[in-house]
T-cell receptor, first 114, second 114 residues
Framework: GAVVSQHPSRVICKSGTSVKIECRSLDFQATTMFWYRQFPKQSLMLMATSNEGSKATYEQGVEKDKFLINHASLTLSTLTVTSAHPEDSSFYIC??????????FGPGTRLTVT | AQSVTQPDIHITVSEGASLELRCNYSYGATPYLFWYVQSPGQGLQLLLKYFSGDTLVQGIKGFEAEFKRSQSSFNLRKPSVHWSDAAEYFCAVGPTGGGNKLTFGTGTQLKVEL
């Protein structure tokens, strides 16, 4: 399967600042990447589908202006949490693949907003 | 709306003992069914998946799962657990008619006692 990395693995930022999370597909040409969020004791929730060279598709209830997604190449997608607040503290996970039958997940990024 | 229930948040078993992790789903039709495992610092790894056919599915690492349509269940089993199986396990469902959205359960944390 594909190897997916995320950077950083952990980040702490102050309320009101923005933070960028990178998702890299190391050996898979990913036209589509997926961003998930996982709150403690809760399941992973799909936030958005990142499409290379076009706009991301956001799930209902996810603010596109707050969670900016850029998928500029076949190996890199970035998620920027703008004007972060403590309620944005979560575990963010990306995956690459084609549809639900074949997705490969990154190790996740732990975001803490103070 | 679709949902996945993993009723056991934590399970502790002795090494060498058998294991069964429960998963029930609510879906409009029979979905694609998945089990993933997540170890600390690692991305979610696919253990096995069910699309159609034989309702007993074999996966990696000696795991198997059985799809029971009448019970809307897809329980994961292993006859003899190894200490390295300690991790978090997620059941997930996905649409059969295309689409990218995986719906996850809240996970079951497995602890293995030596």
């Amino acid at each position: 399967g594909a190897v997916v990395s995320q950077h950083p693995s952990r980040v702490i930022c102050k309320s009101g600042t923005s933070v960028k999370i990178e998702c890299r597909s190391l050996d898979f040409q990913a036209t589509t990447m997926f961003w998930y969020r996982q709150f403690p004791k809760q399941s992973l929730m799909l936030m958005a589908t990142s499409n290379e060279g076009s706009k991301a598709t956001y799930e209902q209830g996810v603010e596109k202006d707050k969670f900016l997604i850029n998928h500029a190449s076949l190996t890199l997608s970035t998620l920027t949490v703008t004007s972060a607040h403590p309620e944005d503290s979560s575990f963010y996970i990306c995956s690459v693949g084609q549809g639900v039958s074949e997705q490969y997940f990154g190790p996740g990024t732990r975001l803490t907003v103070t | 709306a679709q949902s996945v229930t993993q009723p056991d948040i934590h399970i502790t078993v002795s090494e060498g003992a058998s294991l069964e992790l429960r998963c029930n789903y609510s879906y409009g039709a029979t979905p694609y069914l998945f089990w993933y495992v997540q170890s600390p610092g690692q991305g979610l790894q696919l253990l096995l998946k069910y699309f159609s056919g034989d309702t007993l599915v074999q996966g990696i690492k000696g795991f198997e799962a059985e799809f029971k349509r009448s019970q809307s269940s897809f329980n994961l089993r292993k006859p003899s657990v190894h200490w390295s199986d300690a991790a978090e396990y997620f059941c997930a469902v996905g649409p059969t008619g295309g689409g990218n959205k995986l719906t996850f359960g809240t996970g079951t944390q497995l602890k293995v006692e030596l």
